[in-house]
């Protein structure tokens, strides 16, 4: 007789690594499980889309100046209402609000972590039927207990991160998250909704053959990395260049395929954005905390580590250059000899 399947859930799996967390009494475990509700409650709507009145234009416009998307603000009240429903969070800092969502009931006060997020990453590409994400980043408060949360909790290096992690809505609906002990993957059973664990420790190539970047700003790239992208397709049978060119536009949907393959995404700066174009904590941040943790790395591409950089502001920008090790590497050999002294 087979013996019967029985694939260990996202709750199993939070429970058995718990034990590593001394500080920790079962909040994070709380937290990580509601956002995995909330993944499931937006993965319903965005696979509606076209069916009921969610896709396209709000008719509004984040603190980013870019137009929302009537699932980023459906997105976006859903994580907030099921993630203070636990009590275990003092706020939420979220890309779609200008200011950080500070929770003033009595069981939040208490709460000892706080969140950032980009509920709908790549949210423009839902039209068009393009896989989409939510990314998500969770820090130990440093404000007093029983106290209203403050800027500063959220104003935190990435190396203080307890836990990052992003869902990504494409064929399927998957869950990719760390707390520091790897990078781990789930994948949604539809059949007994829940997320069932795909890999338990990740790994990442060091070598990759793809690179991900919008070459239509090419012209507003710095040298290196036009330097570099003339090498990506230089032909070179002993490293087995050139390398293919896959853009897909969702971070979340380019970035996962290229852990698993091996590869590295760029979204450096650029005349018109000399500071970088993508968020650090909602984005760069948890995204680069996934990436080390499965062997890669990430850089701003001027010789800095992106978690190491201190926030000055919780909408603020950076370039971002995260994938393969020894691919990171080579484009920071080339960005190096540009440096500014």
């Known amino acids: 007789m087979r013996p019967?399947?029985?694939?260990?859930?996202?709750?199993?799996?939070?429970i058995q690594q718990q034990s590593a967390f001394p500080y920790a009494k079962g909040?994070?475990?709380?937290?990580?499980?509601?956002?995995?509700?909330?993944?499931k409650v937006v993965n319903k709507k965005i696979n509606k889309a076209g069916l009921v009145d969610i896709t396209g234009g709000?008719?509004?416009?984040?603190?980013?100046?870019?137009?929302?998307?009537?699932?980023?603000?459906?997105?976006?009240?859903?994580?907030?209402?099921?993630?203070?429903?636990?009590?275990?969070?003092?706020?939420?800092?979220?890309?779609?609000?200008?200011?950080?969502?500070?929770?003033?009931?009595?069981?939040?006060l208490n709460g000892k972590y706080v969140l950032c997020m980009d509920p709908l990453d790549g949210s423009s590409n839902i039209d068009v039927n393009v896989s989409v994400?939510?990314?998500?980043?969770?820090?130990?408060?440093?404000?007093?207990?029983g106290t209203k949360v403050v800027i500063d909790d959220f104003l935190q290096e990435g190396t203080k991160q307890v836990a990052a992690g992003y869902i990504i809505y494409g064929s399927s609906t998957m869950m990719v998250y760390t707390t520091g002990l790897g990078t781990t993957s789930f994948t949604l059973d539809p059949s007994i909704g829940e997320f069932c664990l795909t890999e338990?420790?990740?790994?990442?190539?060091?070598?990759?053959?793809?690179?991900?970047?919008?070459?239509?700003?090419?012209?507003?790239?710095?040298?290196?990395?036009?330097?570099?992208?003339?090498?990506?397709?230089?032909?070179?049978?002993?490293?087995?260049?050139?390398?293919?060119?896959?853009?897909?536009?969702?971070l979340v949907a380019d970035f996962h395929r290229n852990l698993m393959k091996g590869g590295i995404f760029l979204y450096p700066k650029t005349e018109s954005n000399p500071k970088g174009k993508?968020?650090?904590?909602?984005?760069?941040?948890?995204?680069?905390?996934?990436?080390?943790?499965?062997?890669?790395?990430?850089?701003?591409?001027d010789g800095n580590r992106i978690m190491e950089i201190k926030p000055t502001d919780i909408h603020q920008r950076v370039p971002f250059i995260v994938g393969s090790k020894n691919m990171v590497r080579k484009v920071e050999e080339f960005m190096s000899k540009y440096y500014e002294k």
């Open 278 to 301: 993508l968020r650090l904590l909602y984005e760069c941040n948890p995204i680069a905390f996934l990436a080390e943790q499965a062997g890669g790395t990430a850089t701003d591409g």
């Open 27 to 39: 909040e994070l475990s709380q937290l990580l499980s509601h956002i995995a509700v909330a993944a």
């Open 58 to 108: 709000a008719d509004n416009v984040n603190i980013q100046g870019e137009a929302q998307q009537k699932l980023d603000i459906f997105a976006n009240n859903t994580f907030i209402a099921s993630i203070k429903a636990t009590g275990i969070l003092g706020g939420i800092a979220s890309e779609e609000d200008d200011e950080i969502v500070i929770f003033d009931d009595d069981l939040s």
């Open 200 to 250: 338990k420790f990740m790994e990442t190539p060091e070598d990759g053959k793809i690179y991900s970047i919008n070459e239509g700003n090419y012209a507003k790239f710095p040298r290196g990395i036009k330097d570099y992208l003339k090498y990506c397709q230089k032909v070179d049978e002993k490293t087995n260049r050139p390398y293919s060119s896959r853009y897909i536009g969702s």
């Open 4 to 14: 019967s399947y029985h694939p260990l859930t996202l709750n199993e799996v939070i």
């Open 133 to 145: 994400g939510t990314i998500f980043s969770i820090y130990r408060r440093i404000s007093p207990p």
